[in-house]
DNA sequence: TCTTTTCCTGACCGTATGGTCAAGTGAAGC
DNA sequence: GCTTCACTTGACCATACGGTCAGGAAAAGA
């Protein structure tokens, strides 16, 4: 931005135009779709010629790809909350935190990826087949321990997460339509704090664990 | 289908190509999005030469237009129950029963809307700022009583709405990742009953009102 | 300084898309 | 039977898209 005219060194320029285009790509995907999606509209918003993005990313699926699975990362990080928690209070509480932060921090990162999913996760299946599976499976497991422990009510682990995940991506998917009932207004910081402690709330009652 | 070679009224035809073409457009525009929707896949899959949509529909932008004010006036019927319920249990209980049942039934239709909302409502936008909006306070302001006379807890009810929509929309929209995550089976009609409990269970203890 | 390697980009290409149209078909109304 | 009007459709068009390429600029290495 606000750069001085130095040269840039050869790593330097090629870590900063993939950031670049990564950026400018996850918004236009997120706005258009892929279908929707043009090279011209994300070399545009990158502020770079066409041609240069086939120089760092071959096709344009490589680079939807390459978005979609940066969004995939930051939420398996997200999900670390999970571990380090003693019990469902600490562990749902810090996770719904965690994940209304991502849902506001980076909500076109949470379009591209439910909207990979709803087309059929095509170029992202093995994704849920392995790794979300695996980490599910486990989250799953530790729900029951606790459930065995008498630490919360008996809910079916599973449609618990999907509800963590629907509630908490929901803000992003279709913060279009809360932004419109609020008044044409985004959530201001106290409206999201407010936000993220009715789900807790919600939530944590839900499981009997409040 | 086994039609027998009857022939067929005038009114018979518009009727059936219209009805024939959404169903074909909205799987298209659910499974591809807008963007990566064509009209030559809309007419394959409705069995018709794509000049036929173009008589029936005049632009792409049309016709999905129509797809996606048909889900919404689906919803906004299934709201009903809210009215004629007397107490918070029964309202949220038939509501989260209808739009389960409505992901199941019209899963893509769901998508279409998704889709809509995340790419900024460009076609909807005003039912937004109108029939929704103005459902929506009153809504609210029904749930507000019921806090006021002690019926649930104290929930900010735009929350709730927000929780009541995405955890349902959720088992259509992600509907492909719920699959993987069930061993690659679609929900079997004793899972769908079980989510839908769960879901039940889960915000009603929330709301403090089971 | 000279060579090599990376980076950059305007011009170009084949294809697929949304949409048009004019010519045809056949049921409705007289 | 004859006219009218809704319906049907293959062929066509302009445009826009993803992707290519050759050749130039500039940094790295010698």
Redesign the pocket.
């Known amino acids: 931005m606000a750069e001085p005219a130095r040269?840039?060194?050869?790593?330097?320029?090629?870590q900063q135009?993939e950031t670049l285009i990564l950026q400018a790509a996850e918004t236009v995907f997120a706005e258009a779709g892929f279908g929707g999606?043009?090279?011209?509209?994300i070399a545009d918003m990158a502020g770079?010629?066409?041609?240069?993005l086939?120089?760092?990313?071959?096709?344009?699926?490589?680079?939807y790809r390459r978005v979609v699975q940066n969004i995939f990362e930051i939420w398996l990080h997200a999900a670390d909350c999970f571990d380090n928690a003693a019990g469902p209070v600490e562990a749902i509480g810090a996770y719904v935190e965690a994940k209304m932060e991502i849902s506001r921090r980076h909500p076109n990162g949470s379009k591209v990826w439910a909207s990979e999913v709803m087309h059929g996760a095509p170029v992202i299946q093995d994704y849920l087949e392995t790794t979300l599976r695996d980490w599910t499976a486990g989250r799953a497991a530790l729900i029951q321990n606790w459930i065995d422990e008498g630490k919360m009510a008996p809910v079916d682990p599973q449609h618990l997460l999907y509800m963590l995940w629907a509630t908490t991506q929901h803000y992003a998917d279709f913060g279009h339509q809360i932004e419109t009932l609020n008044g044409g207004r985004p959530l201001s910081d106290a409206e999201w704090r407010a936000a993220t402690d009715s789900v807790k709330a919600i939530l944590l009652r839900g499981i009997g664990a409040a």
């Not at 040269?7 to 090629?14: K, M, S």
């Not at 086939?54 to 680079?63: I, N, P, R, V």
Request: proline letters at 7%.
């Open positions: 040269p840039l060194r050869r790593n330097e320029i090629r135009n999606a043009t090279m011209q509209l770079l010629p066409k041609a240069n086939h120089y760092y990313f071959a096709t344009k699926e490589d680079l």
